[in-house]
């Protein structure tokens, strides 16, 4: 996770201004699905979609940055 974070505050940080939001909520909705295909892949769900609010509370209780926020 620390890498992760090192990595998305780095974008933050590049392209935080305030033009760039739609792009870094992109970034961030890619960071969540990629999280949710990965967590469903380990239960053997077929949908990657399944269970995408409990990926969201997952990524905020681990402390990952988000970066149109």
Partial sequence: MKILNRK???FKNYYGSQYAYKWLAK???YVTIRFN???NNKRRKKNKFS??????RLIDKLGIIRLAS
Avoid at 51 to 56: A, F, S
């Fill in 27 to 29: 970034i961030d909705w």
């Fill in 8 to 10: 998305l505050r780095g």
């Fill in 51 to 56: 269970g995408i609010e409990v990926t969201r």
């Fill in 37 to 39: 295909i990965w967590i």
